[in-house]
């Protein structure tokens, strides 16, 4: 699965009806209510604002709303595009202005997809990795240093021993974790998140 790290945007114009999109980093479900509060107080006079989003809370959960345009024709296109590019942890909100022309179901399916793309198409999916908490002696830390990469490893706070978080790929976290088992001293390892 891949993310986002920044907030993006996009727009364009269909029959006279304006779309803005917005994609937000998003790691909750409080976070996403946050975001449509947020919206919804920024673009009081849109007619729409629908949105989709894809948040890992142990497992991926899809959520999506057309905000009253006919079911299926919003939320349900912006989330495609979301799967499509293998996107978690992210939300997208589309806006809507409406111009004075109806669109029909196809044209609404067709413009809420293209909107939601343009707000990821300047954005580079990035894998997603898992934080971890470690502490352990100044020798271990040099050489998980340089197996994980210093660009891996946050936060180092020196003691006795040596504390700090590491990021893992999904893919590399379960080989990292049995090397870091073998490892006489280690202290602490412990999932964050």
């Not at 706070?157 to 790929?169: A, D, G, Q, R, T």
Request: net charge neutral; charged share 30%.
């Amino acid at each position: 699965m891949n993310s986002i790290f920044s907030d993006q945007k996009g727009k364009m114009t269909e029959q006279r009806s304006r779309f803005l999109s917005f994609a937000f980093p998003c790691e909750s479900v409080e976070k996403q209510s946050n975001l449509l509060k947020k919206m919804r107080v920024e673009y009081p006079s849109a007619t729409h604002i629908c949105y989709a989003s894809a948040i890992d809370c142990g497992d991926i959960r899809y959520f999506s709303s057309d905000d009253g345009e006919p079911s299926g024709t919003a939320g349900v296109p912006i989330l495609n595009v979301l799967k499509e590019k293998q996107l978690v942890n992210v939300i997208v909100f589309v806006v809507r202005y409406f111009g004075g022309i109806k669109l029909g179901t196809s044209g609404l399916f067709k413009a809420y997809k293209e909107c939601a793309e343009l707000s990821l198409e300047n954005v580079v999916p990035v894998m997603k990795k898992k934080l971890f908490k470690m502490r352990c002696s100044y020798e271990n830390f040099d050489k998980i240093k340089k197996i994980a990469g210093k660009d891996n490893i946050d936060d180092v706070k020196f003691s006795e021993n040596v504390s700090f978080l590491i990021y893992l790929k999904e893919d590399d976290d379960k080989l990292f974790l049995d090397v870091a088992d073998e490892m006489e001293d280690l202290c602490q390892f412990k999932y964050v998140r």
